[in-house]
């Protein structure tokens, strides 16, 4: 397996688990909570789109290397 194809996967997983866990987090309306559920937001949104783009190159390069 490729490397750019593991980290894309563990980057996606990585993502959802952070989405996940934000739920944990908003349970209260508190600035902490707040800034917490918007740091945790934006970090699975920007993981699951690297993560979705070294997907396409793995998939876009698979056919060059063979």
């Given amino acids: 397996m490729s490397k750019k194809l593991i980290s894309a996967t563990i980057l996606i997983i990585l993502a959802e688990v952070l989405s996940l866990s934000r739920m944990y987090f908003t349970e209260g309306a508190t600035n902490f909570s707040e ?13 699951e ?9 793995c998939i876009a390069t698979y056919d060059k290397k063979k």
């Fill in 35 to 47: 800034f917490t559920s918007g740091l945790l937001l934006g970090l699975s949104v920007g993981m």
């Fill in 49 to 57: 789109i690297i993560g979705v783009v070294l997907l396409f190159i």
